[in-house]
């Protein structure tokens, strides 16, 4: 009797709301914050502009999130694109592609909805299009269309936060 008293207690005080109970607060405000930290980045708004009064000229894509800077962020050229569970390759207009995952991050809102477009066009002189490849527990992967393959500075910046990725004619 004593022992199963011991593990009920065990087992309360391991749960969220065990410890609640025990300290003598209430489960929703830890629920809350707990939510809070473990959240991942919503991405919020994709931008891309041409910069030709700037020395030297480029065109700046932006992703903008809601929430923390994605902790794992990987930016590379890839030969193609490729559907993440699929493995469908997903077309993209321009000769070279560099693809941009970030984990944890999501571009869907709680009830499933996008927060952003799947696929955007662009008339710039390097940026052509951006294209989603993947959306999935917790990984956001673009790919980002290029006229030609081209060398690209990558930042990240904070308040608003963003990745910012600027590619030079």
């Known amino acids: 009797m004593i022992r199963s008293i011991q593990r009920w207690f065990v087992r309360l005080a391991l749960s969220g709301v065990g410890l609640c109970l025990l300290m003598g607060t209430s489960a929703a405000p830890v629920a809350a914050r ?6 991942p980045a919503t991405l919020i708004a ?15 894509v932006v992703f903008e999130f809601h929430g923390r800077l994605p902790e794992n962020i990987r930016v590379e050229y890839v030969p193609r694109l490729i559907a993440d569970g699929s493995g469908a390759v997903i077309p993209v207009r ?7 995952t970030v984990f944890p991050a999501s571009a869907h809102s709680e ?24 959306d999935f527990e917790a ?16 930042s990240t910046l904070t308040d608003p936060t963003r990745i910012v990725l600027d590619f030079f004619p």
């Open 111 to 134: 009830n499933g909805n996008a927060t952003v477009p799947g696929r955007i066009s662009y008339n710039l002189p390097v940026v052509t299009e951006i294209v989603r490849s993947c």
């Open 94 to 100: 321009g000769n070279a592609i560099l693809k941009l």
């Open 139 to 154: 990984v956001v992967s673009y790919g980002i269309g290029l006229s030609h393959k081209t060398e690209f500075r990558f």
């Open 46 to 60: 994709i931008r891309a502009a041409s910069h030709p009064e700037e020395t030297p000229r480029y065109d700046r």
């Open 34 to 39: 707990l939510q809070q930290v473990d959240a």
